[in-house]
């Protein structure tokens, strides 16, 4: 960048130079030791102004670079506080799902054992019942081969 620069006021003031200096005369000679001295001190005070002007253009592109620095930090500050802001926001919804698949996990496992203690109890009450249709069924032929029993005894004591 500053040697682009550098080469444009270098140009400016050899476009300066030569458009300031003389045209040849075919006048008389007389006449141009007068002039000489002018000619002199416009070109002594075009280059003070052309000095100037290089300046005033060096200051203002220095001017321009710190401007476009300092906003293309602000620019990759800002990148950096949207890309911190997403990463935040992706780390917060994935926070929110594994606590919802916790959650989840938690009540199916609660669902399971509650299914199994009731498959239990089931379980349980049907044993009992099984027991006691089996004791009811002994006692019913216990009962039967008493009531045989007896009926040949009776039988025996009417004859």
């Known amino acids: 960048m500053t040697k682009i620069l550098a080469a444009l006021v270098a140009g400016l003031f050899a476009t300066s130079v030569f458009a300031q200096a003389?045209?040849?005369?075919?006048?008389?000679?007389?006449?141009?030791p007068a002039a000489a001295p002018a000619t002199k001190a416009e070109a002594k005070a075009d280059a003070?102004?052309?000095?100037?002007v290089a300046k005033a253009e060096a200051a203002a592109a220095e001017k321009k670079a710190k401007a476009e620095k300092a906003a293309a930090?602000?620019?990759?500050?800002?990148?950096?506080?949207?890309?911190?802001?997403?990463?935040a926001a992706a780390?917060?919804?994935?926070?929110?799902?594994?606590?919802?698949a916790d959650?989840?996990?938690k009540a199916?496992?609660?669902?399971?054992?509650?299914?199994?203690?009731?498959?239990?109890k089931a379980a349980k009450v049907g044993?009992?019942?099984?027991?006691?249709?089996e004791k009811?069924?002994?006692?019913?032929?216990?009962?039967?081969a008493e009531a045989k029993a007896d009926a040949k005894v009776d039988a025996a004591k009417t004859k």
């Not at 003070?48 to 100037?52: G, L, Q, T």
């Not at 930090?73 to 990463?87: G, H, L, Q, T, W």
């Not at 044993?127 to 249709?133: E, F, G, M, Q, T």
């Open 108 to 120: 199916d496992a609660a669902a399971a054992e509650k299914k199994a203690k009731a498959d239990a």
């Open 22 to 32: 003389a045209a040849p005369a075919a006048a008389p000679a007389a006449p141009a």
């Open 91 to 100: 780390d917060k919804k994935a926070k929110a799902e594994k606590a919802a």
């Open 127 to 133: 044993a009992k019942a099984d027991a006691k249709v």
């Open 48 to 52: 003070k102004a052309d000095a100037k």
């Open 136 to 144: 009811t069924k002994a006692d019913a032929k216990a009962d039967k």
């Open 73 to 87: 930090d602000k620019k990759a500050k800002a990148d950096e506080k949207k890309a911190k802001a997403e990463k």
């Open 103 to 105: 959650k989840k996990a």
